[in-house]
């Protein structure tokens, strides 16, 4: 079974600042991935980035990046020179790998601000 | 290449009555997944279908709910004689293999019951 956990319902941030989301997850798979996913107003599933757990570097895409503490079960997402169209919820999410069942955190509100 | 497709986006019905919700997956995709959003929650995990087969269906409701997904045709998630409590948005992602962390997300179809 998984939980994933996000502690921060709502978050804000000035627009070409930085912000960092933080998710906690559970899991008794030996091997699993970790995802965040961006829901704007359209209510659009986004895929923003993506870890394989066996990988020890931190993914990054562009100005999106994590920070993966396999020990802790911490995955945090960090967002650099944010945008207005960052604006949106925000899900983090992990899987095992024998298929693609997903368990998604609670979400966070992320607001940028001009 | 087409994303997934789901249809309507919108749908309201009145207590009792049925809802069917479709989703095209993205050619070459045979694994579905459907998810539920209930209002200012993240998503659920309902069921997983490949062709013709019901892989794991632990999150569907125990009565009223069911899902196929035929060797033509698109999946279908149907819901009978639906209740106030069914309205959410319905999500279905499509991905090209069991094992692939790669799942891409249809619009969602709003179900609205009055």
């Known amino acids: 079974a998984q939980t994933v956990t996000q502690s921060q319902p709502e978050m804000s941030v000035q627009e070409a600042e930085t912000v960092t989301l933080s998710c906690t997850y559970d899991t008794s798979e030996n091997n699993y991935y970790l995802f965040w996913y961006k829901q704007p107003p359209s209510r659009q599933m986004i895929l923003v980035i993506r870890q394989e757990a066996y990988k020890q570097q931190n993914a990054t895409e562009n100005r999106f990046s994590v920070n993966f503490q396999k020990a802790a079960k911490s995955f945090s997402l960090k967002i650099s020179d944010s945008q207005l169209g960052d604006t949106a919820m925000y899900f983090c999410a992990s899987c095992g790998t024998s298929y693609g069942k997903l368990t998604f955190g609670q979400g966070t509100i992320l607001t940028v601000h001009p | 290449n087409a994303g997934v497709m789901q249809n309507p986006r919108h749908l309201v019905r009145r207590r009792g009555q049925e809802a069917r919700l479709r989703c095209s997956p993205m050619?070459?995709?045979?694994?579905v997944y459907w998810y539920r959003q209930l209002p200012e929650e993240g998503l659920k995990f309902m069921v997983y279908l490949q062709k013709e087969n019901i892989i794991d269906e632990s999150g569907m409701p125990k009565e009223r709910f069911s899902a196929e997904f035929p060797k033509e045709g698109p999946s279908i998630l149907r819901i009978q004689q639906v209740v106030r409590g069914d309205s959410a948005a319905y999500f279905c992602?499509?991905?090209?293999?069991?094992?692939?962390?790669?799942?891409?997300f249809g619009p969602g179809t709003r179900l609205t019951v009055t």
């Open positions: 050619k070459g995709h045979s694994h």
């Open positions: 992602a499509s991905s090209p293999s069991a094992d692939s962390y790669e799942q891409y």
